[in-house]
């Protein structure tokens, strides 16, 4: 099931972005097959059998060190739609399985190259992180406090910037494929694909509306009807009443004076508006607010934990969690009225289906003996 169903994908297992990507793809139904560097966790990753972003994937161990597990690989690739790797630029290509080297063995694979740097440029070769990204897209200088930017945990970066953007371009590739009969190489950089979302602040900056002092603008914290505020039992609720409509009744809810609803953009009565919402903000609970604005078109909600969000009615009505193999987690995302994605299924742990997955790609039991008698599948 999912739109994707039939599309064969080999992941190189990396961290972060790669893994997220490969979920988003099995997740819409492609069959993704992560390559293991062995049948056991290693220090750079999650143990594959309890990572959200190994479910739905098959894995297999094999020891691309050895000629025999290689060329194994590369007889995959004879068979896949695509491939994608995350190591620096260079050593694909110094192990064996470089772009050139797939597209010799299969001229219409795509094959995918998710780098934080990108393949070219200065930075290329350099080791960097999420947060080291996003600093040289204006992102990272936009969030936080006055005082300080504060990291955006690894969302902006490695998922947004970097997964989605790989996915984006793997499909593009893939849909380009079926009209040219050739593959290609997506260069997914996490540089690239955030400072791409940074487009609306690029239009705003030439309009003169962006700030570049934190809590300064429209959506940072810089009014008092956009940011979060403190309830009375130390918890927060977000207020985001743009629009005049909806900050109306927001104030109304609240009770306080009607005066602020004209003057909500008359920035010299801004300080007593927001000791006005902070104080009102402390007389109930989260809860209780939530009970009062929830449903409203006042545009505030209760900011949930994890496992809050999880139990919440509206997504439990639109099945936005689910739980697989006994550990709640988000649902496929997008939904489709057709091709609609199945429940994932459990990860595997590293290397659980690497006979099995061989048999599927066509190594009978002959080839499979002789792999690990030569110790390729590790």
């Not at 110094?94 to 440029?121: E, H, S």
């Not at 984006?168 to 955030?194: F, R």
């Not at 997504?315 to 649902?331: D, L, S």
């Amino acid at each position: 099931m999912g739109p994707l169903t039939g599309l064969k994908i080999i992941e190189i297992k990396g961290i972060g972005p790669g893994p997220y990507a490969g979920q988003v793809l099995a997740d819409l139904g492609a069959e993704v097959i992560v390559v293991e560097r062995a049948s056991k966790p290693n220090s750079i990753a999650l143990p594959s059998a309890i990572d959200v972003n190994s479910r739905g994937k098959k894995s297999i161990a094999l020891d691309l060190r050895k000629p025999e597990g290689l060329e194994t690989l590369l007889k995959m690739v004879e068979g896949a739609d695509g491939i994608f790797e995350g190591n620096r630029p260079g050593v694909a290509e110094r192990v064996g399985f470089g772009p050139d080297t797939c597209l010799a063995r299969n001229p219409k694979i795509v094959y995918g190259r998710m780098t934080g740097w990108g393949q070219t440029g200065p930075l290329a070769h350099s080791a960097g992180h999420d947060y080291n990204y996003i600093s040289l897209s204006g992102a990272a200088a936009a969030i936080g406090t006055p005082d300080k930017p504060v990291p955006p945990l690894n969302v902006v970066g490695d998922f947004a910037g970097g997964s989605l953007f790989l996915v984006i371009g793997m499909l593009s590739a893939l849909l380009e494929a079926q009209k040219s009969g050739k593959g290609q190489v997506v260069d997914a950089a996490i540089t690239d694909g955030t400072s791409h979302l940074m487009s609306m602040f690029h239009s705003m900056d030439a309009l003169g509306l962006f700030n570049t002092q934190r809590e300064a603008n429209l959506l940072d914290g810089g009014t008092p009807f956009y940011g979060s505020y403190e309830t009375a039992d130390g918890k927060h609720l977000s207020v985001a009443p743009i629009e005049p409509q909806f900050f109306a009744e927001m104030i109304q809810k609240l009770g306080l004076p009607e005066k602020y609803i004209a003057e909500q953009n008359n920035q010299a009565i801004w300080p007593e508006l927001k000791t006005a919402l902070t104080q009102a903000f402390k007389t109930k609970t989260r809860d209780e607010w939530v009970d009062i604005f929830e449903g409203s078109d006042a545009c505030v909600a209760g900011i949930l934990t994890l496992k809050e969000a999880a139990q919440h009615p509206h997504n439990k009505a639109r099945g936005t969690y689910v739980e697989v193999n006994g550990q709640m987690q988000p649902a496929p995302a997008p939904r489709f009225s057709r091709s609609q994605s199945d429940t994932p299924k459990p990860p595997s742990a590293e290397g659980a289906d690497t006979k099995e997955v061989l048999g599927e790609w066509g190594f009978d039991d002959d080839a499979i003996a002789s792999l690990e008698q030569a110790g390729v599948l590790s």
